[in-house]
């Protein structure tokens, strides 16, 4: 279910990855990751040197084109 907005406090909507892949040429920086972040809720990403957690990021914020899959807030893909 996705919520409305509440007020102008900000977004209470899902941010939701499905299928996210990232490649560098040859390189597989992310393949099929899908996660799901509710309005509230906290995420911690760790993980060894080159795991992805930079591309992860930037796929949340398009600053890398995806290979596949989806990156969307509430029912907007963004």
Avoid: C, Q, W, Y
């Amino acid at each position: 279910m996705i919520s409305s907005p509440r007020s102008n406090e900000g977004s209470p909507f899902r941010l939701s990855l499905a299928d996210v892949t990232v490649r560098f040429g040859e390189t597989l920086a992310l393949e099929d990751v899908t996660l799901d972040v509710e309005p509230g809720e906290r995420l911690a990403v760790i993980g060894a040197s080159g795991a992805g957690k930079s591309t992860l990021f930037r796929a949340l914020t398009r600053t890398v084109a995806l290979t596949g899959g989806t990156v969307a807030l509430g029912e907007h893909n963004l």
